[in-house]
Nanobody, 124 residues
Framework: QVQLVESGGGLVQAGDSLRLSCAAS????????MGWFRQAPGKEREFVAS????????LYSDSVKGRFTISRDNAKNTVYLQMNSLKPEDTAVYYC?????????????????WGQGTQVTISS
């Protein structure tokens, strides 16, 4: 079992930046692909970004490409989501997810572990 704990959410203005962190409880993390998803009120959970086990390959949704960057530090068992040029439509609960398969993925059902989520609110 792997526990994932997100942090770094908050309330910022449009155009600002935030960096989310997700700390994993096990060293096995370094073999896992990791992803970020988000869910806005009244909407389904949607894919944001994913990174493979080594950090050498990444995938982004079209809505965040060019503004968000996913990265990982396997020595710290942590994955990050740097979010720049934030927009009100980025407001959501952001979830960290891990899959024991090392390849990145955009489908939530392929992930084995989920964090509790962190709220990100962007004011206009």
């Amino acid at each position: 079992q792997v526990q994932l704990v997100e942090s770094g959410g908050g309330l910022v203005q449009a155009g600002d930046s935030l960096r989310l962190s997700c700390a994993a409880s096990r060293r096995a993390f370094r073999n896992y692909a990791m992803g970020w998803f988000r869910q806005a009120p009244g909407k389904e959970r949607e894919f944001v970004a994913s990174i493979n086990w080594s950090g050498g390959s990444t995938l982004y949704s079209d809505s965040v490409k060019g503004r968000f960057t996913i990265s990982r530090d396997n020595a710290k068992n942590t994955v990050y989501l740097q979010m720049n040029s934030l927009k009100p439509e980025d407001t959501a609960v952001y979830y960290c997810a891990g899959r024991s398969e090392g390849a990145y993925a955009s489908i939530a059902g392929l992930y084995d572990y989920w964090g509790q989520g962190t709220q990100v609110t962007i004011s206009s």
